[in-house]
């Protein structure tokens, strides 16, 4: 996806050993007692990539860029840690993005929002009901129970989509990020 006005960086998430594939080296942003959404989140695989991360959040910054112009999101597991990025660590970005994606049952994050007063960043969340692998129900809850805790959040569900993106999806999101981070009259990044 491509923007005029808009610096896309698209981070990379390091290998690492996975315990779902017994301990075997994946290409994932944390790790996972299981790929389930019932088990204790293994926080300190999450809060190193949180610490990495903001490094890239900071360095924007430098730059000039404001953190009310700044998204983050992701697919799969990539919407899980920016769930967790936004709402635990960077409360004033303008957004995040989850698609397929899903957080714990007991997530640090619903912790972390406890109580919390301060207007949160919009959640744009997409999710196919034939997903096997993060199914949609677990979407769905973490849609709602964000809801429940002050988030603005969207659920934007595509039936028969499976682990997936399409078009569809694609598009949405565009018109998401474009509605987040309009081109201002007469500015645009190279």
């Known amino acids: 996806m491509a923007f005029q006005h ?26 996972r007692y299981k790929i389930s959404n019932d088990c204790p989140e293994h ?29 983050i999101g992701g697919f799969s597991m990539g919407g899980g840690m920016a769930m967790h990025l936004a709402y635990r660590f960077h409360r004033d970005l303008a957004g995040v993005f989850a698609l397929s994606s899903f ?3 007991d997530s640090a994050v619903y912790e972390a929002l406890k109580g919390n007063e301060s207007v949160l960043p919009e959640l744009f969340q997409c999710h196919g009901t034939a997903d096997q692998l993060v199914l949609y129900s677990w979407g769905e809850e973490t849609n709602k129970v964000l809801k429940s805790l002050g988030v603005s959040a969207s659920l934007h569900t595509f039936p028969n989509l499976s682990h997936e993106l399409n078009r569809t999806v694609i598009e949405d999101l565009k018109t998401w990020i474009l509605k987040k981070l309009p081109v201002e009259a007469g500015k645009s990044n190279e």
């Open 43 to 71: 926080i300190e695989s999450i809060d190193s990539m949180c610490q990495g991360l903001t490094d890239v959040i900071n360095d924007e910054i430098k730059n000039g860029i404001t953190k009310d112009k700044i998204l």
């Open 103 to 105: 957080l714990n049952k």
């Open 6 to 31: 808009i610096k896309v960086i698209y981070p990379t998430a390091p290998a690492r050993p996975y315990t779902p594939m017994k301990g075997a080296i994946s290409t994932v942003w944390f790790d």
